[in-house]
């Protein structure tokens, strides 16, 4: 392991010698010449330092694909136990296109964007009905199935098919603009074209793979999206100019985010003889189709409760207040109030009356109600 480090360091020595000779000799490197020369460096580091994950010992094009999009918005630690558990419940590409829609939400639980999910079922009824069941392997075909966007076509088809075809994610977005110095905001979709399109002229063709996950590996745990990078771990510590030129508190540049509209919502766990009270969602919408609390708009008081939520007076038998809890979403905050109310007469008529194993294996319930759902006894 030892030799293999050194083998990197001093492959990034002889790599930054030949690009300040080449700098001595024009004005600049263009993007292009700069990313070309961040190749074998990247690819030494790569070798010694890539993590054990379980869908990189087996890159089989399905395994890549539901970890890509499992990856979406979800750490990496977080991710390997509902891919072990998704990979035995549904093995294949047929297994998922055919999966009942509530055990694929169930499967999914506590991943959160459950469109993704959605999206995963419809494409892999595309491959079955376009491609026989095998995931196509060309780039293009790829993009065209729901779910998939350039980096998740790019990442798929490199890394399971070894082709030339770069994946472009935050991380990566964050390392090139930082060793590129570059001022442009990495949330616009020309900045990301234009990066692509860079790499897709100077990636090893025959390397696609490992450049790909090399590049999002030292974003993800070098070049990293929160806190001090560590430059002297990077295998671009040379040549970045971002870290010359002090710059690394400044790049990247991104467009800051809309401030979150606030909601607040009243929470209820409505429980009778040992089953609680759950709703499902609208089809349409903010977690379409899942599995609810009850639960209202704004703040209501512990004598509103029976009016709001269809239950009689008479039937309580305890009203405990519990802790307030908060749920970010990307574009609005929930900030919640909770009650826990046992009936003696029944839970309301038009609610799904579930029991706890119900609940843990049947029925999903978004993290959202996550403060809440572990308090049910």
């Known amino acids: 392991m030892y030799k293999e480090q050194n083998d990197a360091l001093l492959e990034i020595r002889r790599t930054y010698g030949q690009l300040q000779l080449a700098e001595t000799k024009t004005d600049g490197l263009s993007l292009p010449d700069r990313l070309r020369a961040m190749n074998r460096p990247l690819l030494a580091w790569y070798g010694s330092h890539a993590r054990v994950l379980p869908w990189r010992e087996d890159p089989q094009p399905y395994r890549v694909w539901i970890s890509e999009i499992m990856l979406q918005q979800t750490r990496v630690e977080a991710v390997k136990p509902y891919f072990e558990r998704f ?13 009942p829609d509530d055990r694929l939400m169930k499967l999914w639980e506590g991943l959160g ?27 293009s075909e790829l993009l065209s199935l ?17 082709r030339p075809v770069p994946a472009v994610d935050g991380n990566v977005l964050r390392v090139i603009s930082r060793v590129a110095a570059s001022r442009e905001d990495i949330l616009k979709a020309s900045t990301k074209r234009r990066m692509e399109d860079a790499l897709r002229q100077t990636m090893p063709a025959d390397q696609a793979s490992s450049f790909n996950q090399g590049l999002i590996e030292v974003g993800a745990l070098v070049c990293v999206p929160n806190g001090q990078p560590k430059c002297k771990e990077c295998p671009f510590f040379s040549i970045c100019l971002a870290r010359q030129q002090k710059l690394l508190g400044q790049i990247p540049v991104k467009t800051p985010p809309k401030k979150r509209r606030i909601e607040e919502r009243t929470v209820c766990i409505l429980e009778c003889g040992g089953q609680v009270a759950i709703y499902r969602r609208a089809d349409t919408g903010l977690l379409a189709s899942l599995y609810e609390l009850p639960n209202k708009e704004g703040y209501l008081k512990q004598d509103q409760l029976a009016e709001a939520f269809g239950f009689s007076e008479g039937d309580v038998t305890e009203i405990t207040p519990l802790p307030e809890a ?24 038009d609610c799904t009356a579930a029991g706890k194993q119900q609940l843990k294996q049947v029925y999903a319930l978004p993290n959202a109600f996550g ?5 049910i006894k």
């Open 146 to 162: 729901p779910g998939i966007g350039s980096y998740t076509a790019g990442a798929i088809s490199s890394i399971a098919f070894g």
């Open 87 to 99: 990979m035995e419940a549904l093995p294949d590409v047929q297994a998922l296109a055919e999966v």
């Open 326 to 349: 908060k749920h970010i979403f990307s574009h609005v905050e929930w900030r919640m109030k909770g009650y826990y109310v046992r009936l003696s007469g029944g839970l309301p008529g």
């Open 113 to 139: 964007y459950y469109n993704r999910a959605r999206n995963l079922k419809k494409a892999a009824g595309l491959v079955m009905s376009r491609y026989g069941g095998r995931m196509p392997s060309e780039y």
């Open 371 to 375: 403060a809440y759902t572990k308090l």
